[in-house]
């Protein structure tokens, strides 16, 4: 409990200053006549009804960025695995996907699962899962990437060690190897998360009611693209440094288990 | 299937193998039968360890073949079982899987590959560690023992899988020297109890005392081959004797 306590205060010295002087900003920026915080002001009806309005995306984009990145692990081991063989073929269909998806841009790949595939696969398609779909597909490839790198970075003698006490393939991925990769790579998928949060405003293109088309909804009727904006870039700033501080925190405490 | 050529619990015949174009096996032929204690010798890079990493079957050689208790290894999966069942090995580098306590490090093996209750490999594990002199350490994690310590939990864990033949391949060569007394004792008592064992080492008092069979590698080949008596009072090759007057110096 006590080592709890220690480590929010520690976060709490780490990042106040930066949160508190963002915040000094809204006032600051009230007083100047450039400035129309009335919009988002929680002290009247209406502002409160838009600032919920705003912060009611984040709920989207939470799950549409949780999702997708779940998934994504999950594909992106299930291609780097193969991309690790000593047999060509397998090496191949690595390459091959990492390379392609690598190089379509996540905007594209979103308008053309939501629009395209539709019509090619003769389903239909929720904003969602056509969210989620595009942005794991995407993220995918370097998630394939980074579980090769990890798992290569694992000295030989481990693989030698489980084939000494007979574990068989699986096995030794799942107890040796992939717990030692993981940890290693942990800082990357750190990265991954929080570029999945971000990109996850792409999706905004096709009607998905995240934070980044909620925004620019309320621009349309309110006129007040300065403050709106402003508000949903301090959204994304308050979810990505929580994250980023869940991440490290889990870092330490794999660490510290060895 | 082939006929059994031998009663030799592991049989190496004309065993030759590659590295690109380096000969790091040549035409290596060798016979251990059950409670033997081989000890191979040589200069770096003589082929001593590639020779039981072959048995262990973690290179695979290309020509000749070795049998393990009379089944072919490196064909198919008799082979694969063969090993399985019947060698366990002891790494230079210990490696031990850094992320496990040394009670886990032991039960994964027996626990996955042997289908052996979690309980029931606890106990052997408990064991193992008792043998090497270690049981105190069991929740620990392998980074907070000392080499000498984690050497032994390495022995501990192949025996735990119950072996009829074990290799080491130098099990001092990394460690500190006022640790290595400590893992060649456990060594040694392994040899004591009956364990068949290839151990392949510098510790030339070591190999005095414990083998049974001395070997002395060069280039990829069986330079020499004696009882220990002979092999360190009179070796026949100019090679041999010349590796041991410059080991046995100091």
Known sequence: MQILQQKLCRLWRRYSPMMVGLFFLLPLGGCSQNWGWYVVNPATPAGQRNLKFLIDGLYYTIALSLTAITISIIVGLMIALPGLSSRRVPRGINRVYVEMVRAIPILVLILWVYYGLPQVAGISISVFWAGVLALAVSDSAFQAEIFRAGIQSINRGQYEAAASISLNYRDTMRFVILPQAIKRILPALGNQLVYMLKMSSLVSVIGMQELTRRANELVVTEYRPLEIYTVLVLEYLVVILIVSAGVRWLERRLNAAD | ?250
């Open chain 2, 1 to 250: 299937m082939t006929p059994q050529p031998l009663s030799a619990f592991l049989s190496v015949q004309n065993v030759s193998k590659y590295f690109d174009n380096f000969c790091a096996l040549d035409d290596v032929s060798l016979d251990v039968s059950l409670g033997q204690k081989l000890v191979i010798c040589g200069p770096s890079g003589s082929g001593k360890s590639t020779l039981i990493r072959c048995v262990k079957q973690l290179e695979r050689h290309q020509s000749g073949k070795i049998y393990i208790d009379g089944t072919e290894v490196g064909a198919g999966d008799a082979g694969q079982a063969a090993i399985r069942e019947n060698v366990g090995m002891v790494f230079q580098q210990f490696n031990l899987f850094p992320h496990l306590t040394i009670m886990e490090n032991l039960t994964l093996g027996p626990v996955r590959a042997r289908g052996m209750p979690a309980a029931a490999a606890a106990e052997l594990a408990m064991h193992y560690l008792e043998r090497v002199r270690i049981p105190e350490q069991s929740h620990k994690y392998p980074s907070q023992l000392s080499g000498g310590q984690q050497q032994r939990v390495a022995i501990a864990r192949a025996l735990c899988m119950k072996p009829k033949l074990m290799l080491f391949d130098e099990p001092t060569s990394a460690l500190d020297p006022e640790m290595i007394a400590e893992v060649l004792d456990v060594i040694g008592e392994l040899a004591d109890a009956g364990m068949t064992m290839i151990c392949v080492t510098h510790e030339m008092g070591f190999a005095r005392q414990v083998a049974d069979m001395m070997l002395f590698m060069d280039h990829g080949k069986i330079v020499e081959m004696a009882p220990p008596r002979r092999f360190f009072s009179q070796p026949e090759s100019p090679r041999c004797k010349l590796f041991l007057s410059q080991i046995l110096r100091h």
